[in-house]
Each structure stands twice: as C-alpha cells, then as structure tokens.
C-alpha cells in the first residue's frame, strides 16, 4: 500500500479567518475549504509505508533540532503565467522558514526520493485554476498585492496524507505531528 504524503505547516484559524474573505472574485477558480490551508515544506508524492516511517524518523530528527519561529503571511500571486493554475498568499522572507524546506528536501533525498524540481516558494495555495480569466488572476493580484496578514507561531510541523477527489476537494488527514524543539 502506498500514501501520497506531504510535510507542512497547518495555519492557525486566526490567520484562516484573514485568508478566507479574500477567496472570491475569480472565475474558474476552486476555492480551498478552511480545512485544506497549509503552507507545504515538502510535498514527497506516492511512497510505499517503508519510505513513509522513514520520513516520519526524518521529520521527528528534523523538529528535535528546529527552534520555533514566526512566519508572516503577505502579498500574493499566481502560479503559471500565461496559463495560471493557482492562487496563492505567499509568506514573508524567513531564514527559519528556508531552512526547515531544505531540511524537509534533504530528508527526501536521504529516503531516496529524487530532488524537488522547483525552487522553495513558501505560499498558502487558495485556490486552483480551471481556465481563469487572464484578467480575473491580475485583479486577483493586484487587490491582494499588499496583503499582509499578523505573524503566527510555528511551534510543529505535519506530516499529512492526501487523497485527491474527482469532484470534490483534495481530502487531508494529519498522519504525524512533529514539535519543534530545537
């Protein structure tokens, strides 16, 4: 058996409640429930449960060794130029940040997962794109360009499995919680 995994930080519902209102005004957009906002440190895909308690040890090593720290929600953009598939708020540069995403990539690897493509963009995806309005997205952009919502504590991170859905949003489940204690 295998389980599509993924390392993240849950957002508090303070900051969910700043996050929610902005989720409107876009056609073609599928806006994310409350329950599926997360900033991902590392998405690893299908991986059988061998490689999956191999991950777990790798993120309790990682939290044993991370101090917590506060992470600032602000701006906003799209992914995919010209042909956008999703909406995100982005996060604050953060030295913090950047290094548990590294940490997260290099357990990857170690595990034997090939390396993540793109470059760390440390976002909360609200939305994904089906056929948007080029217009629609630049609004988008432009409205919350300089959002910012108030810091929050990063005390724990999570390792948490998805399940995709043809006709309803991806479906989340927290498989592991990590404190930070570094």
Known sequence: MSLRLFAAIAIPDFVAERLMPLMKGVGGAKWRPRENLH???R????VVE???????????GIADVSAPF?????????????DPHALWVGAAENAALTKLAADC??????????????KFK????????????????????SRLGLFEAPPFRVASIGLYAS?????????????????LRG
């Open 39 to 41: 900033l991902t440190l």
């Open 50 to 60: 061998p490689v999956a308690d191999e991950i777990d040890v790798e993120l309790a």
């Open 122 to 141: 440390p976002h909360v995806t609200l939305a994904y794109l089906s056929n948007a309005p080029l217009d629609g997205v630049h609004a988008f952009e």
């Open 163 to 179: 399940w995709v859905r043809k006709s309803a949003p991806s479906l989340y489940r927290l498989e592991a919680e990590y404190p």
């Open 70 to 82: 506060e992470v600032h929600l602000k701006g906003a953009g799209a992914f995919g130029g010209a």
């Open 105 to 118: 990539e290099r357990a990857a690897r170690r595990v034997g997962l090939k390396p993540e493509p793109h």
């Open 43 to 46: 998405f690893f895909g299908d």
